[in-house]
């Protein structure tokens, strides 16, 4: 199948599951996840309706936005290492992977130096994996409080990345935590706190990610195809 025949399957899939949710299918956004995808891949989906496109590497990430489009929207959602924050500054929308309070802050640093502010996400580590980046849950009331002091960022919402499972029931419990998460937060009203977005769910598991509440899915195979690009 074609990239934008593999975008309308997946956006029918998201309809259905927020459907089966009681859930307005326009609260959820796909983000497409295009790490490691040529420019004429991303351009192809972009012509096809795609808007949002999610990169994992600084380098990749800069590369691709000066070759495309100034239309495209795009999230960051790699582990991001402070020393990098720089090179993206002002060029993605969001951030989905803050998950300590040193990156935070340099976010803050570079975004300020331009006068603008950041959106971002909080990455929790649900699952305690140590392979996995973000905060855990025990830290996460203090490091939100933390962040949310600092003037060129906007916190929106939460990020998690459940462990693997080839049965996607597997990652509901996961998903449904941050949920749960996300709802204690914003009964705990921080200042300039919003708990907007919930970016969870992958190209395996973004149907129960959409029931229990995501807003933003990050799908790449299978919008891209398993297809061997040059």
């Not at 600092?150 to 459940?162: A, N």
């Not at 419990?173 to 970016?199: G, T, W």
Request: aromatic residues 6%; proline residues 4%.
């Amino acid at each position: 199948m074609s990239i934008a025949g593999n975008i309308r399957k997946i956006e029918e899939r998201i309809t259905q599951a927020a459907q089966r949710a009681g859930r307005d299918p326009e609260a959820v956004r796909l983000v497409a996840v295009s790490k490691t995808k040529p420019a004429a891949a991303v351009a192809e989906a972009f012509e096809s309706g795609q808007l949002i496109f999610g990169e994992n590497y600084v380098q990749e990430l800069v590369v691709k936005k000066a070759e495309l489009p100034q239309e495209i929207i795009w999230h960051f959602i790699g582990s991001l290492q402070s020393n990098k924050v720089r090179q993206i500054a002002g060029l993605v929308d969001m951030i989905h992977s803050v998950d300590r309070l040193s990156l935070a802050r340099e976010i803050d640093r570079q975004w300020g130096a331009l006068g603008e502010v950041c959106d971002i996400l909080i990455q929790v580590n649900i699952s305690r994996e140590a392979t996995k980046g973000g905060t855990s849950s025990d830290e996460l009331f203090d490091l939100v409080r933390e962040v949310a002091r600092l003037p060129h960022l906007r916190v929106c919402g939460l990020m998690t990345m459940p462990p693997f499972f080839d049965d996607p029931e597997g990652a509901r419990p996961y998903f449904k935590a941050l949920n749960k998460l996300s709802r204690e937060l914003e009964a705990a009203a921080i200042p300039r706190v919003e708990m907007r977005e919930l970016s969870m769910g992958m190209s395996g598991d973004f149907e129960a990610a959409v029931e229990e509440g995501a807003t933003l899915v990050r799908v790449g195979s299978a919008l891209f195809g398993e297809r061997q690009y040059p």
